[in-house]
């Protein structure tokens, strides 16, 4: 009666009718953040699809992007290596709704680390309490650490001072070794079928275990205990927010996606790196651009994935663009010594390099499956007509040949060429009438009639050129 009362349902691990432990949604895990509809100054964000570590550096640097900092970033413990909640405070909420309107449900990289905002209360994170061990019965000991229970015969290492008990024996304890634990004797383990529980109490007997921690452990034996086995002391992580996975989670270093930089030709230095940003964009994701040190127009950039510089490479291809054409191609030789920073303006041509990871980018549903065409389609801006899109076309220099709207509400607009095009997308990207959200990108377009039949048109009379001199020459060797 002694082991099975004190071992069903206690502890860490979970048996029979047990609650849970810390890792469980019914334990005291969870983060009783507080949320509100109302605005206040701080904000809940809980960030999924986690791809990079999520650092306050890095939360610092997101919300510096829209120009608003917050007085303090908290990053709470979480069990889940894909998501994470970061308490942020700002000074007012007027900041709070900006970042509200601004970065609420975006990524802050092209592949993940998605951003879920509402309003909460400052709340410092909390501080589980140690497992109190259950009252012993009989003068039996207390359960330690899932159901099991230590033999009386064992001295176990407490913190504080240790008082002698009438009938233990304790063995002499070797000094200990700076900052190591403190191991004490292991008991002798007896073998059998009681390692098992026994053959025939694989019931609900008094040495049997169902349920793997919910019976006792009978004496003369004991379970895997690494306080007890000389292992490095584990108190302080079974009491921490999150368990043990949280711990692992964190001593496990991130798996990073391969870096993959492009090289991109010929970038004239007066062009802003900001312009080739959007460009590129289209296509893939940027994470930073760097100038040549030598060749200013040649650019290096790096991208987010692997599939997205494939397609950069596949499509951006002498495309017209600052009087000249722009093409892309792999650099697998090139190393990084010097990462990029965002320090300096992206939109000022005198920056030579820019981290681009806080900046605006499109959504994994924008991008361009097609080489830049004359062809293009205008997004995120519905509630426009199809003469206020051309009204504000023709405001920045723009005459499209003809505009038409779906039953979505995207617009496609059909321009004289490529490059006049690729000049739009450029300037009007995130922007068309004003629209923040809106996007411009190329579609697959009708070919070019006059091309094709000027093409045609060559074929046939270079055909018949060889025709006519084949003919001739062999008239001449007929009639010679």
Not at 47 to 72: C, H, K, L, Y
Not at 223 to 240: L, R, W
Not at 260 to 271: A, D, H, K, Q
Request: proline fraction near 9%; glycine fraction near 10%.
């Amino acid at each position: 009666m002694q082991g099975a009362y004190g071992g069903r349902g206690r502890g860490m691990a979970r048996g029979r009718g047990g609650g849970g432990g810390f890792d469980s949604s019914r334990g005291a895990g969870r983060h009783p953040y507080m949320t509100s509809n109302v605005p206040t100054d701080t904000l809940c964000v809980r960030i999924t699809e986690v791809r990079q570590p999520v650092t306050e550096d890095m939360m610092f640097r997101v919300f510096a992007s829209i120009s608003t900092n917050p007085r303090r970033i908290q990053i709470a413990p979480s069990s889940d290596p894909n998501e994470t909640v970061v308490m942020a405070q700002f000074s007012d909420t007027y900041a709070t709704q900006r970042v509200m309107e601004n970065l609420n449900n975006r990524n802050i990289f092209n592949d993940g680390n998605k951003m879920m905002m509402t309003y909460s209360a400052w709340e410092p994170t909390p501080v589980l309490p140690a497992p109190v061990p259950p009252v012993p019965v009989y003068g039996g000991a207390a359960p330690v650490y899932g159901g099991v229970q230590v033999n009386p015969g064992v001295a176990f290492p407490q913190p504080q001072v240790h008082q002698p008990q009438p009938g233990v024996y304790a063995q002499p304890r070797q000094q200990p070794m700076p900052q190591m634990p403190m191991a004490a004797s292991v008991p002798p383990m007896r073998l059998g079928n009681d390692q098992q529980g026994g053959r025939n109490n694989r019931g609900r007997g008094r040495n049997g275990s169902r349920g793997g921690a919910a019976g006792a452990v009978p004496p003369g034996m004991m379970g895997f205990d690494p306080m007890m086995m000389g292992y490095p002391a584990m108190a302080s992580i079974m009491q921490m927010p999150g368990g043990m996975m949280a711990f692992m989670n964190q001593q496990r270093p991130p798996q990073n996606s391969p870096t993959v930089f492009l090289s991109v030709t010929i970038v004239p230095e007066s062009e802003p790196l900001h312009s080739i940003f959007v460009l590129i964009e289209v296509y893939g994701g940027v994470v930073t651009i760097r100038r040549n040190h030598n060749r200013k127009e040649i650019l290096t950039v790096k991208m987010a994935s692997v599939p997205e510089a494939d397609s950069v490479v596949q499509f951006l291809r002498k495309v017209p663009f600052a009087g000249g054409t722009v093409s892309a191609k792999r650099f697998p030789t090139y190393t990084e010594r010097t990462p990029c920073t965002d320090d300096g303006n992206p939109h000022d041509s005198a920056t030579v390099q820019y981290d681009f990871t806080t900046a605006r980018h499109r959504s994994p549903g924008q991008r361009s499956r097609c080489h830049p065409s004359s062809v293009l389609k205008v997004t995120g801006c519905g509630g426009y007509s199809e003469a206020d899109v051309m009204t504000y076309f023709t405001s920045e220099n723009f005459y499209p040949d003809r505009i038409i709207k779906d039953d979505e509400g995207s617009f496609t607009v059909y321009m004289a060429d490529v490059e006049t095009a690729v000049a739009l997308l450029l300037k009007c990207h995130n922007n068309v009438c004003g629209e923040e959200r809106s996007n411009v990108l190329f579609i697959e377009g009708p070919r070019d009639t006059t091309t094709s039949a000027t093409a045609a048109n060559n074929a046939s009379a270079s055909g018949s050129a060889v025709a006519e001199n084949v003919n001739e020459g062999a008239g001449e060797n007929g009639s010679a």
